[in-house]
């Protein structure tokens, strides 16, 4: 739908638009093409490309045969290599010992990508730590591809039609990095370095030039920050003569994390006047010093062939000994929980990275909001350091990707620690009050937890905090249920606040806000999930006490959804004529005169996407939010705006993400994940903030809160592609893989491999191998009986319905194994064309 042409955009927007563009603005077919028969602009993904050779290269680094004193004699060609030489483009960096095995450390740069290879002569390679820079002459400024569409920041904006959007969604291909970024400019936003065993505040953001933003501050140079400098400076070990040579210029740096998603910042800067660059890694020593330490690579002007390296508070070998011990924590960490193959390594990366920056930003177990350090700094933690929300993801996002163990203590000990005697969070007794909706998400986190990990002890653990937020949550239950008549559509809602802004700990009772429908409808899935979750631990661990307790609250559950649905008939019965006819659903029981043209910011980033998440099953109500973002134009790139501005609420993104997950035409979702992770934050170093201006946005842009990187930001890709990959409906006992994947993920010699994927049904992986661009071959590995229906989508590159399949029933393009035909079987193989 495009709207009939509402909220049209300004004249001087319809100016810059070409034929395609105006049709997608206006609603009318474009003279020049209709729908779908045009290719949208492209650029390549420079973090991830690879030019013919290049990747053959860096995956074969140079063997030796012995290692003695400071040299090493390679296997092929036969020769001796001393540090600081090099053989076939692998420059010979340091030898040292590590972990008992003499090691030489190579490192190769290639156009856009590098290595770094760690060697010995017994086991050869032992590691090759990807690096997303490459030669320093290729960084520049994302370009663009704007021939028919430009995705650009106007000085007011206007809201209208999607003309972004709707120019990918309409073309003939699927949403992708190379399509979604080359409409506009890009995020450029500050590199983090940091780690697990300290808290944040030894942590350290480097702006795009490589410089630490954090100074060497203590007594006056707090006041006088230039007295001391700052915690790292590469600028400060390269050849001076003169000082313009290496200056940064906006947008010719690249800013990224050593190995996609490593806690190592990997920064490198390019003065193309000058022909010369530099390019830094940083990390922070684990450990009690909490150090500052880096190699630095720079050119000299006029020859970016010739390079030198200088090291910043440490040597050659320590750096890479304790680089070593950063890389093989993090990749077993990833790889022996769900390891993951994925035709777009970039998005992957980003996954990963959002777990790897919350995880280095929370102080131990105590909880974290603030990304590194900015506007939500709280040490020690209160206020926002409490919030749920990100409690709530930083959890769930981990649970998705097979890390239940490990996020578990962090889970508990939140519960231990923040959740009050009376069951309400210590957050809403502080500076505000945010939605009871919350306490429905504990409880479902708490589900999920044991249906992956199946361990009843951990749940056993949690239940006390669980009954206290129930009992706290109930009781605002029963006073609707006390208060207002069964005709009232108040009664069996639950009162309390929307919205942490919105909310005062000074005015926290049932008349302080409206009565919002998904405070109800989370509350209602929590305690669903919670008495599902009795039943299976109680049958599958013999405790009747839990069957008992199960019971009780299936059945608070079912009354309660049958008096939300009779407050929700109630409330659409009187909604005026205007929106009825609009198909737009109300958020309170009063929202009965909404003006479809009109979407609050609040409505738009916070109400409509805390009813997305809790999936209340109706999918018209659904689409009726949809609808009214777009009749109300509050909708940019598949982005929800934050009201009438291109500000981008990054931080409930997950609710669009959870919503588009849910229909049956991926590509919205597809959209709207891409649209996130090019434009929202940065697309190396994966710094993304509570509020994106979007396009071409940076940190210190607006309000401090606004801009500074958060947990919830951070954490949407690692939410959006486990639910592309593998994604379970929770009316029904279906499991999806590969519901969202693109179609030139089904190309011909293209492969998706997913290991230990846990879902409420059992675990599992699977490998899809595309042998031709119509055949493909899945092979699927059950580790536990598998007890829901299973459906396997394959896109193909020409959008035709699949024809067959040697195991299951064929709709469309997916295939469906039913929970009778996984019955005892541990692996199928599926040939499908």
Request: proline fraction near 6%; charge should be negative; include cysteine.
């Amino acid at each position: 739908m495009f709207l009939q042409g509402l909220a049209a955009a300004s004249a001087l927007e319809f100016s810059r638009l070409t034929p395609v563009a105006h049709a997608l603005a206006t609603g009318h077919p474009a003279a020049s093409g209709s729908t779908g028969d045009y290719a949208p602009g492209h650029i390549s993904n420079e973090y991830s490309l690879f030019l013919p050779g290049e990747r053959k290269a860096l995956d074969t680094p140079p063997l030796v045969s012995s290692i003695q004193g400071g040299s090493v004699t390679l296997r092929s060609p036969q020769r001796s290599l001393r540090t600081g030489e090099s053989v076939n483009g692998w420059k010979l960096m340091a030898i040292f010992g590590l972990n008992g095995a003499d090691t030489a450390v190579f490192e190769k740069h290639v156009t856009h990508r590098g290595s770094i290879a760690y060697v010995t002569v017994e086991q050869g390679v032992i590691a090759n730590i990807p690096a997303l820079i490459g030669r320093l002459s290729s960084i520049r400024p994302r370009p663009t591809n704007t021939s028919k569409v430009r995705f650009e920041r106007t000085t007011r904006y206007t809201p209208g039609p999607d003309v972004a959007g709707n120019y990918i969604l309409h073309s003939s291909e699927d949403p992708s990095y190379e399509n979604v970024a080359a409409l506009g400019a890009e995020y450029i936003g500050w590199t983090f370095a940091g780690n697990e065993t300290s808290t944040p505040q030894h942590s350290i953001f480097l702006q795009p030039d490589g410089i630490s933003r954090e100074s060497i501050a203590t007594g006056q140079s707090a006041w006088a920050p230039d007295m001391a400098g700052r915690v790292f400076d590469p600028t400060s070990v390269l050849p001076g003569g003169n000082p313009a040579v290496y200056v940064y210029k906006h947008g010719y740096s690249k800013r990224t994390l050593l190995g996609g998603y490593l806690p190592v910042a990997n920064v490198g800067v390019w003065n193309r006047h000058y022909k010369a660059g530099y390019e830094c890694i940083c990390l922070v020593t684990p450990g009690p010093d909490n150090r500052a330490i880096g190699r630095v690579r720079y050119t000299s002007p006029g020859n970016s062939l010739a390079e030198e390296e200088r090291y910043i508070n440490t040597s050659p070998e320590e750096f890479y000994a304790i680089l070593a011990g950063i890389w093989n924590h993090w990749h077993d960490f990833y790889e022996n929980s769900m390891p993951v193959e994925i035709p777009d390594e970039w998005l992957l990366n980003a996954a990963r990275a959002g777990i790897t920056l919350s995880r280095c930003s929370y102080h131990g177990l105590k909880p974290t909001y603030q990304i590194g350090e900015g506007g939500y700094t709280k040490i020690p933690e209160r206020s926002h350091a409490l919030f749920p929300v990100a409690h709530y993801e930083f959890v769930w996002a981990q649970q998705l990707w097979n890390l239940t163990p490990e996020v578990e203590p962090y889970f508990q000990y939140y519960l231990d620690h923040y959740i009050l005697p009376d069951g309400n969070f210590l957050y809403n007794t502080q500076d505000q009050v945010e939605a009871p909706l919350n306490a429905g998400i504990f409880l479902a986190n708490s589900a999920r937890a044991y249906d992956y990990s199946g361990d009843a002890s951990a749940f056993a653990q949690r239940l006390p905090a669980l009954e206290r937020m129930l009992a706290y949550v109930l009781h605002r239950y029963e006073y609707s249920k006390q208060h207002f008549a069964a005709s009232d559509p108040r009664h069996g809602l639950i009162w309390g606040s929307p919205e942490a802004d919105l909310g005062d700990p000074r005015d926290d009772y049932p008349q302080s806000h409206p009565w919002y429908f998904q405070n109800a409808t989370w509350t209602w899935r929590g305690i669903a999930e919670h008495a599902r979750c009795l039943h299976r631990i109680a049958r599958e661990h013999k405790q009747p006490e839990y069957q008992t307790l199960g019971d009780h609250y299936a059945a608070v559950a079912a009354e309660m959804r049958t008096l939300i649905q009779r407050s929700l008939k109630t409330t659409l019965s009187r909604c005026t004529p205007e929106m009825r006819q609009s198909g737009i659903t109300p958020f309170t029981t009063t929202d009965t005169h909404h003006d479809p043209h009109e979407l609050s910011s609040y409505e738009n980033h916070r109400f409509m996407q805390d009813w997305f998440t809790s999936d209340w099953g109706d999918p018209a109500l659904d689409l009726g939010h949809l609808r009214h973002r777009e009749i109300a134009g509050m909708q940019t790139m598949g982005l929800a705006t934050d009201g009438d501005s291109q500000r981008i609420s990054n931080f409930m993104s997950h609710g669009t993400l959870a919503v588009r997950i849910r229909q049956q035409d991926y590509r919205p979702f597809l959209l709207n994940l891409y649209a996130l992770t090019c434009y929202c934050g940065d697309s190396g170093s994966f710094y993304s903030p509570e509020d994106a201006w979007v396009p071409g946005g940076t940190p210190l842009e607006g309000s401090r809160y606004g801009w500074s990187a958060v947990v919830n930001s951070v954490l949407q890709p690692a939410m959006g592609l486990r639910w592309l990959l593998c994604y379970e409906e929770n009316h029904a006992e279906v499991c999806h893989l590969q519901k969202a994947a693109p179609k030139h993920w089904f190309a011909a010699g293209q492969k998706i491999r997913v290991g230990h994927c846990p879902t409420r049904f059992g675990r599992i992986s699977w490998t899809t191998v595309a042998q031709t661009d119509r055949s493909w071959q899945v092979t699927l590995d059950l580790e536990s009986p598998f007890t829901g229906d299973l459906i396997v989508h394959v896109h193909a590159p020409d959008g035709n319905p699949l024809r067959h399949s040697s195991v299951g029933a064929i709709s469309g393009q997916t295939v469906r194994l039913t929970a009778a035909d996984l019955q005892g079987q541990t692996r199928l193989t599926l040939d499908i064309s």
